[in-house]
């Protein structure tokens, strides 16, 4: 499977953003596909998952409430809605695959990765 990330930028702190991530290539018929982000310096850390078929989602208690997670299986897209974004929210975002059913937050599981998109928030 191949991701391709887009829809990152700078946006004002309280701003949002809407990224998205469209999936290419086989996949198995039942798969996860999620969030994670990275700031310099810092490890990367999981943002949101969502299971492809039922829809299942699954989020970071630093994102709820703030940030939506949706997809579109038409397109093979996912789209994490970003809102109220604070500067600690900056980061290069990836998406990212893994097969089974189950939304989960350990970065081991997900053996596809896109090529990240840069979110910058500004105070």
């Known amino acids: 499977v191949q991701l391709q990330a887009s829809g990152g930028g700078l946006v004002q702190a309280g701003g949002s953003l809407r990224l998205s991530c469209t999936a290419s290539g086989r996949a198995f018929s039942t798969y996860v596909m999620g969030w994670f982000r990275q700031a310099p310096g810092k490890e990367r850390e999981f943002v949101a998952a969502i299971s492809w078929s039922v829809g299942n989602t699954y989020y970071a208690d630093s994102v709820k409430g703030r940030f939506t997670i949706s997809r579109d299986n038409a397109d093979n897209t996912v789209y994490p809605q970003m809102n109220s974004l604070i500067p600690e929210n900056t980061a290069v975002y990836y998406c990212?695959?893994?097969?089974?059913?189950?939304?989960?937050?350990?970065?081991?599981?997900?053996?596809?990765w896109g090529q990240g998109t840069e979110v910058t928030v500004s105070s």
């Open positions: 990212a695959y893994k097969v089974g059913g189950s939304p989960r937050m350990d970065r081991r599981l997900y053996t596809s």
